[in-house]
């Protein structure tokens, strides 16, 4: 009887693990998803290895993020945030472009939460090293493939799109600057 009891807490415990962790695995599911159009020539900037949509590929789109922790994973990308970079427009925080040479990021949407983290700091950890940037943009997860988007596809959802100054003091080299998973947390 007694193995009968424990078995059966056994079970309601894996049980309740397992619920719960899928149910977080599927926090942040696709929102939608947009058709891609081939740009008009010269009006994509394939700076930094951008991406261009292309004709007839569906993207996801999202409207979330992974939850924040004291130390979230993500995927680190490499973007300019000056006046004719792959950025396209101003940033949305403060309206201006930054240069390459300042630790500035865009946090996908859904960690972006309409701006709540505008000119707030965050802490990006790799490569055995840290360095603080200033959250100045949006990574949009929700729309692309347009002209306000520099034709390029929607954000994935766990994007830290960051400047050179970024990846220079994480210490990568340059020819293995694009894409590098991180942790961040707010600073």
């Given amino acids: 009887m007694k193995n009968l009891r424990v078995g059966a807490l056994l079970f309601v415990l894996l049980f309740l693990a397992t619920h719960f962790s899928e149910a977080r695995l599927q926090a942040c599911n696709p929102s939608g998803k947009i058709i891609g159009k081939k740009p008009p020539p010269g009006q994509c900037n394939p700076q930094n290895d951008s991406d261009c949509c292309k004709q007839g590929k569906s993207y996801p789109t999202y409207k979330c993020s992974p939850s924040v922790s004291g130390s979230t994973k993500a995927v680190l990308t490499i973007n300019s945030f000056e006046k004719g970079g792959d950025g396209g427009a101003p940033s949305e925080c403060d309206n201006k472009y930054h240069s390459d040479n ?60 960051a400047s050179k100054a970024v990846w220079k003091a994480l210490g990568v080299p340059e020819d293995n600057w694009g894409e590098l998973d991180i942790t961040w947390s707010d600073a």
């Fill in 102 to 161: 300042t630790p500035v990021v865009a946090l996908s949407t859904g960690w972006y939460s309409g701006g709540s983290r505008c000119l707030n700091n965050i802490t990006i950890s790799a490569n055995g090293r840290s360095v603080t940037a200033m959250v100045v943009d949006e990574c949009d997860s929700t729309m692309g493939c347009d002209d306000d988007h520099d034709y390029q596809p929607p954000c994935p959802n766990n994007i830290v799109d």
